[in-house]
């Protein structure tokens, strides 16, 4: 049974870094055609696909964030992280990790979510 | 960036009726590799995460009913309720995968008329 589920703060002042991580089980980053990725929604809006992480440590950003985002697996620890530079309160949102089983779906298992909060 | 245009915003139906939902994207998505669409289709309840339905355009993900179907193909996709349920009162996403970003229509709000 696969799960995934993020925890990191719940609040981030502005120009802050925000860390999360994802915690996953059920499945193996290694070796193995998965993928693990961040998807964000801010509140009433829709879905930003943020970055993922393949098996092979092939790594993939929106352009739009590319220089802002970092994504790292940890394979000992069953996790992966987000890291996201000068937080603003435009990132507000409920940030999601997910899995995807590469090159045959889109990201089938998703965490509940945790919600971030940007304010001074 | 592939832009995914959904249309409509929202919709309302009939118990029992069909719904149609559709998905329009600004280039092609059709994977010439394995001739087949990198289309999604997602089902977001409040206060969960969204739910895969289909992939492929028109593959329907494991455990979700039949009266559910999508259909399409290159750039304009429809995701297809039969005889709408109480329980598919959701927000619909379409997601195309084909390429980095991996980029989502606005959204699509389906209630009972």
């Known amino acids: 049974q696969i799960t995934l589920k993020e925890s990191g703060p719940t609040l981030v002042k502005p120009t802050q870094t925000l860390t999360l991580t994802c915690t996953f089980s059920?499945?193996?980053?290694?070796?193995?055609?998965?993928?693990v990725g961040w998807i964000r929604q801010p509140p009433g809006k829709t879905l930003e696909w943020l970055a993922v992480v393949y098996w092979n440590d092939d790594k993939r950003y929106s352009p739009f964030l590319k220089n802002r985002l970092t994504i790292t697996k940890d394979t000992s620890k069953n996790q992966v992280l987000l890291t996201m530079t000068n937080m603003d309160p435009v990132d507000t949102a409920t940030y999601f990790c997910?899995?995807?089983?590469?090159?045959?779906?889109?990201?089938?298992?998703w965490g509940q979510g945790t919600l971030v909060t940007v304010s001074s | 960036d592939i832009v995914m245009t959904q249309s409509p915003d929202s919709l309302a139906v009939s118990l029992g009726e069909r719904a149609t939902i559709n998905c329009k994207s600004s280039?092609?998505?059709?994977?010439?590799?394995?001739?087949?669409?990198?289309l999604a289709w997602y089902q977001q309840k409040p206060g969960q995460p969204p739910k895969l339905l289909i992939y492929w355009a028109s593959t329907r993900e494991s455990g979700v009913p039949d009266r559910l179907s999508g259909s399409g193909s290159g750039t304009d996709f429809t995701l297809t309720i039969s005889s709408l349920q109480a329980e598919d009162v959701a927000v619909y996403y379409c997601q195309q995968y084909y390429n980095t970003p991996q980029t989502f229509g606005q959204g699509t709000k389906l209630e009972i008329k």
């Open positions: 059920g499945f193996s980053l290694s070796p193995s055609a998965v993928g």
């Open positions: 997910a899995h995807r089983q590469t090159l045959t779906k889109p990201f089938d298992y």
């Open positions: 280039q092609s998505v059709l994977n010439s590799s394995n001739n087949k669409n990198s």
